[in-house]
């Protein structure tokens, strides 16, 4: 298939993969087709007079006209962009197309000969200096990336913690305190839960970066800004430490949850939310939801699982009647063959020693809650 480009007409695609690989030369398609041949999860564009004669079989999408017409859909598209273009033509085009670096795709350059490679647009947020590195590898090529973290190694705040699933609560403070680390102002890193291999370079972390295992002791530091590792709410007093400061949330929330056949999502989502806001806990720390072999159909608990994009785990009664509970239940025995649901569960999942909530009954939902012990990620 051949798409012809022409202006005000937006040109549909068919997007598979979830990267778009363009080339417009001649070297650059002999590029471009090594390129995807690693890279099974990306679609491959390139100028008509270029074609070789196996396009279809390789579901090569080929266009004619200025590839400045196809960016926009491309844009909109993918998650990444790698254009096998001069990196001036590149920043020519891309301009107008730009609005934010949360949404913008990572954009990489390669240059005619396949030498190097250039993170040129969301390096971080976007995972181009990710990919960057990757492709460059595929290719034997010299990647080429600027971001100051990166070239520092030290920690990039946007991106801290992303590999764990770690999300931060707002962005409000991602740019000062970005700022503060490649600066190389005083900071503190304040974790109680997560993952501790959050360090990615073999050097030692730099002596403007100190740890702490709690708020308080970080304050009586006055550090210029703060990344705090939680999956608590803060209290008043703490969020000072957020005056340039930013919150990361860890998954460590296990949810052990019990329910009658049938019941709404709806329901379950708010007895979820009522019971992590009793708890002062993070909904965005929640790392799956637990429950017992027989509900592993259950639509309600699937529906809320998908939506946040939970784990769902679920124990045959036999196993799950292997933890010792404090409230086990011949009523549940009866109709279950276990003696308890919410409270094994969680603690299966999580490896915790104990419940942050051991149990409540709420309408048709059962709910126990643990903490993935720190560390144990």
């Given at each position: 298939?051949?798409v ?32 995807t041949?690693a ?27 200025s ?11 993918y ?27 990572g ?15 969301s390096?971080h ?10 492709v460059a ?6 990647p080429?990336?600027?971001t100051a ?5 030290t920690?990039?705040?946007d991106?801290?913690g ?19 680390v ?11 839960s997560?993952e501790?291999?959050w ?11 100190k ?19 939680t ?5 008043k007093e ?6 340039n ?10 949810l ?22 009793e708890?002062h806990?993070s ?11 027989l ?12 939506k ?6 679920y ?5 799950l ?14 109709y ?23 149990k ?11 903490v ?6």
């Open positions: 298939m051949t012809v480009l022409e202006a005000g007409k937006p040109p549909k695609i068919n997007q598979q993969g979830a990267y778009a690989v363009v080339a417009i030369t001649k070297h650059g398609v002999d590029t471009a087709r090594n390129l041949a890279f099974p999860d990306t679609d491959l564009y390139y100028m008509k007079k270029f074609e070789k004669g196996d396009e279809k079989e390789k579901k090569v999408r080929m266009f004619e006209g590839v400045r017409l196809l960016l926009p859909s491309l844009f909109e598209s998650k990444g962009i790698i254009i096998i273009v001069s990196l001036g033509a590149v920043v020519r085009m891309i301009a107008p197309l730009l609005k934010d670096k949360k949404t913008d795709p954009v990489v350059v390669i240059d005619d000969k396949g030498e190097n490679v250039i993170s040129v647009l390096g947020l976007g995972g181009a200096n990710e990919l960057t590195r990757e590898a595929v290719l034997d090529a010299r080429v990336i600027t973290s990166d070239v520092q190694k920690i990039p705040v991106l801290f992303k590999r764990f699933g770690w999300e931060w609560d707002s962005a409000e403070k991602l740019t000062p305190v970005s700022a503060s490649v600066n190389e102002e005083q900071i503190a890193v304040i974790q109680e997560g501790k291999e360090w990615n370079y073999s050097l030692p972390l730099p002596e403007n970066i740890t702490y295992d709690n708020i308080n002791h970080a304050l009586t530091s006055k550090p210029d800004a703060s990344l705090v590792i999956h608590r709410v803060l209290t703490e969020e000072m430490i957020l005056e400061g930013v919150v990361y949330r860890p998954k460590v929330i296990v052990g949850i019990g329910c009658n056949r049938g019941t709404t999502s709806e329901e379950i989502e708010s007895v979820i939310k009522e019971t992590v806001d708890l806990f909904i965005k720390s929640v790392k799956a939801i637990c429950t017992i072999e509900k592993k159909d259950e639509k309600g608990l699937l529906d809320i699982a998908n946040y994009g939970w784990e769902f785990h124990y045959s009664p036999e196993k009647n292997t933890v010792e509970i404090n409230q086990p239940s011949q009523t549940v025995f009866k279950t063959g276990a003696y308890g649901v919410s409270e094994p569960a969680a603690l299966l999942y999580s490896k915790a020693d104990s419940l942050e909530l051991v409540k009954k709420s309408g048709n939902v059962t709910i126990s809650v643990a993935i012990p720190f560390g144990n990620n």
